[in-house]
């Protein structure tokens, strides 16, 4: 099915661990993008990607990596997991210079214990 | 600091009223201002935008004005639908900005029947 897919919905790990959230689009969108909601912050874009191996920083990058060897696949790995990294992650992707199609995908809910 | 601002985090609407939400903006770069809505456990989807050549955008019952000398925008919704419960997020780009949006805190309307 054509879209973009978040893996997993929810997620609980403990505080130290590695864990990756995954995100697949079936556009060929060039654009992708990560971002955090957390309550009182709205959405605060942690890394984006302009295209395959090409990443940059966002907002709220500390803590977390990203990579994109595939145009359709945007991984972000929290390297050692943090009680404050406990947030609804969603990822995002649109074609060059269409903001108005961004197009998010369901969240992935994390919970760091 | 917040590029994007949305004050009064909730608002509470009779059924058949107009709800009004508003945004504010501080980077004179932003030329470009979309608002997106959210459901809880989706992913916010693109409602409106509007560009920074007009001073209105009218879709059905939903309207974005923009007022660039006050580097303002609202939405109004008329009439509101118990289905416009949502939390709605106000969002800017700038030209050659990447693709990147810079996203309001949001805001949560209810509608009540």
């Known amino acids: 099915d054509a879209g973009i897919t978040q893996s997993p919905r929810y997620k609980i790990t403990e505080t130290g661990r590695q864990v990756t959230l995954m995100c697949h689009q079936t556009?060929?969108?060039?654009?992708m993008f990560w971002y955090r909601q957390d309550l009182g912050h709205g959405l605060r874009l942690i890394y984006y990607?302009?295209?395959?191996?090409?990443?940059d920083k966002g907002e709220v990058p500390d803590g977390y990596v990203v990579s994109r060897s595939k145009t359709e696949n945007f991984p972000l790995t929290l390297e050692s997991a943090t009680r404050s990294q406990t947030s609804v992650y969603f990822c995002?992707?649109?074609?060059?210079?269409?903001?108005?199609?961004?197009?998010f995908g369901s969240g992935t809910r994390l919970t760091v214990v | 600091d917040q590029q994007v601002k949305q004050n009064s985090p909730s608002l509470s609407v009779q059924e058949g009223r107009i709800s009004i939400l508003n945004c504010d903006y501080t980077?004179?770069?932003?030329?470009?201002f979309l608002w997106y809505k959210k459901y809880p456990a989706e992913g916010p989807t693109f409602l409106i935008s509007?560009?920074?050549?007009?001073d209105k955008n009218e879709d059905g019952r939903f309207t974005v004005f923009l007022n660039k000398s006050a580097k303002h925008l609202s939405l109004h919704i008329v009439p509101s639908q118990p289905g416009d419960s949502a939390v709605y997020f106000c969002?800017?780009?700038?030209?050659?900005?990447?693709?990147?949006?810079?996203f309001g805190k949001g805001n949560q309307v209810v509608v009540i029947p």
């Open positions: 556009w060929s969108h060039s654009y």
């Open positions: 990607s302009a295209a395959a191996d090409i990443t």
């Open positions: 969002a800017a780009s700038a030209s050659r900005g990447n693709n990147r949006l810079a």
């Open positions: 509007i560009s920074s050549i007009k």
């Open positions: 980077n004179s770069m932003f030329d470009y």
């Open positions: 995002a992707s649109s074609d060059i210079d269409r903001v108005d199609g961004y197009t």
